[in-house]
């Protein structure tokens, strides 16, 4: 059936409601089982597909599958315990669920009414946690983009639908009045997603402005920061709120056809919205007359083949035309003339996700939530060195100790906190000085990084920052497009020379040669990739110049990271003479006999460090290269041999 | 005679869009450029309003009106946006009422010089024995810079130097990515040859899969040389084998100089554009040490006489209408890679050059009593496509090449200055007889409409018997792209067409696909005709920074001025081409004129250089062919 009124859309939500209710915890819902299994991509990749195969065909072998009913979910954020399973009524909330814990979910909770305890989250404290509210990682949480997830089934329009989901739509159409849309949008507050935050209502003002025909709708879903997949999350487990927006948007310009271009390598992705895009469009809820008014509005996908770059949206559009994914100088700009030379709103997809949320609440509400100059919520992808790697969504304006901390569980192995780099490749690395700052966009640039899209890389004292910034500009040079110089050339002078102060080259006059190059790229490049490359280097120079003072001045790479810099000895007061390091040396750099303390040698070591590993009595240590210098001995630290050892030998 | 312009379809815009419009009425602006109050017009680039009043910003990758990318970076300038000082490209960023820009401020310098030294420091600098010394536009910004050392050392590419062709050499490791060759070829020429290939530093301006150009569709136009702001495109020298052929007392070096190189080859010795040095070519050519020095205006006078006889053949129903003129071998490739299905339209005449070649070693070696086998002919062109051609296995009898060595006018320019020659002081001398009589006809050769202009002169004499009162078909003339004229002919009304650009052949050919009737077509490859052919001086000096293609207009002036001061102005009133009938080829399109002074032409395919494997396209065959024959040269 087409929906062609807002009446038609409520008759279909009152059918859906009851599933949406019983998850929501309300007990009026129906009398059956649901089981949730999240399909995102990290519980996919972790085998959620087999479990929730299994789940249904023990449902099945039990006879119950008239009461309980399984259903994909999408993200629920905490990927580090996936794959998650959630049992409604009752809101259970499993963790690290394996397919062979099917028959146990089925016999022991379904059947038996007994919760499967083993598979509950237990908080740092040790705490059983059984639903989602009871564990520290959602607790500090907003959801307002990421409110489907783990709710609502993908792949089900009505399930979204239920959720008072193109509400917002028939809302605006039966209206009629796109200013005033555009005027709520603008006084949300809410402003791009996808890193500059550009103020979003301004992006549709300007686009609404034009007068020229046709004019297009396009969602940037080439999310391609490394550690990011807040995009990913949100079409995957909420495609509908994209596309609602979308249309939304379509209508308030005057557009009547939009792409999504996604990343051909989020497969997941790109299925649920092809789902979507055929579900919305037999519910005529995309197509022709929409709501019965003479508005039409379709969609259609576009693949991006992975260039980081074809995130600038000049380039993305060079890219949906089917050319080389370049950018060009602005003006004029993409809402002047953009794909194909007609006017083009760009939006992101957390962009779009937020807009069916303003529109439902009210612009006043969204303008309530953080701070001055940010509104609303940020979703961050949590990635590196922290113990819930995840998806979480927070008002802006919280700060990083919150979110790596108290949401992301601290750091992994008792180690300690040494920087976080947010905004990809583009960002800067914060230290520790920064971690109650409340962070939105102003206050990330104020402190030489930015809010990106959204990833967030934790590290550790583990990590080398001049490393990382080397790691960063690899990452940069490679994905340039090589259209404008100082990014093509200038990205690989930089990284050259971080190389060459990782590999013990570095001159002390590398750092001003770095610091001069870093800015004048900012300051010239073409696009937002080049511009915002230095990033990296300009804020570990800020926050972490002893370290560039050590790889150039001591030859030494404090965190032992680099690899030019380390040197592997043999401690000969703790060496045994066992031999067992040689045995293990894959690059036969170790040599020795019995009665003698094992030496390494320097030119045939590759530094994998798995002699230390195996050591023991770990008398194999990681030093700087420069004791090697001085003490002229190479491979082994001399020293008086201890009794102990003495016997041994 | 009727004459209408293409209006107002894309091809106007097309070219017309490469000149100024001086009658169009636009709105004026004022902004402030360091300090100074300045006026421009309404949709100017900052850059565009500041050369406008005299204040020169630097530049690299723009090329006015066919590549405004803004990607080199170098012509940064500070302009006031709320307040702030926001570095922006000056060649994309608008002028607009009120603008206030910094051009010259101590940052914009500093970054600047960062631009220039990042490009350098990935740049081949052999200055001193690169072919563009002194007449490079990355030495010339690195010299107003005051750029003294390179901070920046680091890798720096050693990409093989592409000279298998006999043509075009493309040097990767001097390329700046300034993307002008990509922008001519694609936007004007609409050949498509070049692309960016990679990413990151490791990006190169190339064909698909940096094929030699040999390998892909070009058409060897050399666009692209004259758009190169450095040596990494340029024509391939055969200077020195043109010295070796001198040296060698066995043989009768014959040099031909085609009708476009007396009103070019002075702008390299500091003449004015448009200056005629006939008699000064002629003289240094003399000097450097030819056994004959004639003129190709001699043998297109000739091509006339066959062309307007093929012409007169084909109206009575004997061949394809229209007939497509063939003098341009760029065109002529064009043709053979992207519209095969015409070549039967395409007149069999050889370009002049190749008549004079084939003539030079049959009828004047009989008349002077030399051995052919001594003969070496060179011929002094404004054209890299000449070069292609003359390496053609069908232009020449199997026993030798029709002409052995193609200059550019850029070559001889360097062979002049080589020899020690002050050209300033070079008495006035004349071609040698008989090759080196011309008719006025023959001059306007060079430029777009000429052809046409010179056969339809002929033409009309051969069909009335009567000589046409107006000599200047002026409607015939000009630098619209494409024209089209009705010309009366024997009491019949003919179609005649006229395109110069093959950006431009491509819209009139679509069209003659479509169905569209036309007589008589002429095409030249290079916009404005062989005045702006890919052989022809290139301005990067320090006076000329930027590339313009105004001076295509000054240089056609100076031909039609030679043609105006010519007694004879027609190709059949000139007494050595009729002497060559009497005494060798008997008639315009005889036994032996066809033999000698026609040609073939063979489909090529647009992709040549690629093997698909299993995929068997109706091109396949000639293709694998055609590189076969291509390399048999």
Known sequence: MKVQSIEDLKAVKEEYLPLIKQRLGHRNGLGSTQVMVCSGTACTSAASQDLRNGLQLEIERHGLKENVKVFKTGCFGFCQNGPIVMVHPGEVFYCNVKPEDAKEIVETHLMGGQVVERLLYRNVDNQVAQRMEDIHFFQAQTRIVLHNCGVINPEEIGEYIARDGYMALAEVIQKNNPREVIEAIKRSGLRGRGGAGFPTGRKWEMAAAQDVRPKYVLCNADEGDPGAFMDRSILEGDPHSVIEAMAVAGYCIGASQGYIYVRAEYPIAVKRLEIAIEQAREKGLLGKNLFGSSFDFDLGLRFGAGAFVCGEETALIHSVMGQRGEPRPRPPYPAQEGLWGKPTLINNVETYANIPAILRNGWEWYQGQGTAGSKGSKVFSLAGKINNTGLIEVPMGTTLRTIIFDIGGGIPGGKKFKAVQTGGPSGGCIPEKYLDMPIDYESLKEIGSMMGSGGMIVMNEDNCMVDIARFYLEFTQDESCGRCTPCRVGTKRLLETLKRITEGNGEIEDLELLEELSFDIRDASLCGLGQTAPNPVISTMRYFKDEYLAHIKDKNCPAGVCKELLNFVVDEEKCAACGICAKDCAAGAITGKPGEAYRIDPDKCSRCAACAAKCPKKAITRGPRKEEIINGNQGIRPGTVSPENRAAL | ?633
């Not at chain 2, 052929?245 to 043989?251: F, T, V």
């Not at chain 2, 030798?400 to 070079?426: C, P, Y």
């Open chain 2, 1 to 633: 005679m009727e004459t209408r312009e293409f209006a107002p379809g894309p091809l106007v815009q097309k070219t017309g869009q490469l000149y100024d419009n001086p009658e169009k009425k636009v709105e004026k602006i004022k902004l402030t450029i360091d300090g100074r109050e300045i006026e421009a017009d309404k949709g100017m680039s900052v850059l565009e309003a500041a050369r406008l009043a005299g204040i020169e910003i630097p530049s690299l990758c723009y090329l006015r009106h066919i590549n405004e990318i803004g990607s080199c970076r170098v012509c940064l300038v500070e302009v006031e946006i709320n307040g702030a000082r926001v570095l922006q490209a000056s060649c994309v960023y608008p002028a607009t009422d009120g603008l206030v820009v910094h051009a010259s401020s101590p940052r914009v310098r500093r970054v600047r010089r960062t631009m220039v030294e990042l490009l350098l420091s990935d740049h081949h600098r052999e200055c001193t024995t690169c072919i563009r010394n002194l007449n490079c536009e990355l030495q010339n910004i690195a010299d107003n810079l005051g750029i003294r050392n390179i901070k920046f050392t680091g890798e720096m590419k050693a990409l093989q130097v592409q000279n298998e062709n006999s043509f075009i050499v493309r040097d990767y490791n001097k390329c700046i990515k300034c993307r002008r060759c990509e922008a001519i070829c694609s936007k004007v020429q609409e050949v498509n040859v070049y692309s960016a290939l990679n990413r990151g530093y490791d990006t190169v301006i190339a064909p698909a899969f940096m094929q030699d150009l040999s390998q892909v569709a070009c058409i060897t136009c050399g666009q692209c040389v004259i758009a190169c702001p450095t040596a990494s495109l340029t024509e391939k020298e055969c200077i020195e084998s043109v010295w070796e052929a001198l040296e060698d007392p066995d043989k009768y070096v014959v040099v031909q100089s085609a009708p476009s190189i007396q009103v070019t080859l002075g702008e390299v010795f500091g003449y004015p554009v448009g200056t005629v040095v006939t008699g000064k070519l002629v003289a240094a050519l003399r000097r450097l040490g030819f056994d004959k020095v004639f003129a190709t205006d001699f043998t297109a006078d000739l091509t006339i006489m066959e062309e307007a006889n093929e012409l007169l053949e084909r109206l009575e129903g004997r061949g394809k209408l229209p007939l497509l003129s063939s003098c341009s071998p760029g065109w002529v490739k064009f043709a053979e890679h992207f519209y095969p299905e015409f070549l039967e339209n395409l007149s069999t005449c050889k370009s002049p050059h190749e008549m004079f070649g084939a003539l030079t070693k049959t009828y004047f070696a009989e008349k002077e009593g030399i051995d052919p086998k001594k003969i070496v002919v060179v011929a002094i062109m404004p054209c890299t496509a000449k070069k292609f051609e003359a390496s053609r296995p069908e232009m020449g009898t199997g026993e030798f090449k029709d002409v052995d060595w193609v200059l550019t006018t850029r070559e001889l320019a360097r062979m002049i200055r080589q020899s020690g020659i002050n050209f300033h002081d070079l008495p006035h001398e004349d071609y040698d007889t008989p090759m080196g009589i011309a008719s006025g006809a023959g001059a306007i050769f060079g430029s777009t409409g000429g052809v046409i202009e010179a056969a339809v002169r002929t033409a009309y004499y051969l069909t009335s018997g009567q000589e046409m009162d107006l000599v200047d078909y002026e409607e015939l003339r000009g630098f619209s792209g494409l024209k089209e004229v009705w010309v009366e002919l024997k009491g019949r009304r003919i179609k005649v067409a006229i395109a110069h650009g093959t950006g431009n052949a491509r819209v009139l050919m679509d069209r003659l696909k479509a169905g569209e009737q036309f007589d008589y077509v002429e095409i030249m490859a290079c916009p404005g005709g062989c005045v702006g052919g890919g052989g022809q001086p290139i301005f990067g000096t320090r006076e000329h920074k930027e590339i313009s293609l105004d001076y295509r207009h000054n240089r056609a002036d100076a031909l039609d001025r030679i043609d105006y001061s010519k007694e004879l102005r027609r190709a059949h009133e000139n007494p050595a081409v009729k002497k060559i009938y009497e005494e060798f080829l008997g008639r315009p399109l005889s036994n032996i004129s066809r033999k000698l002074l026609h040609t073939y032409y063979t489909p090529r395919g647009k992709l040549p250089g690629f093997n698909f494997g299993g995929i068997k396209g109706s091109h396949a065959g000639h293709v694998k062919e055609n590189i076969v024959r291509s390399h048999t040269t």
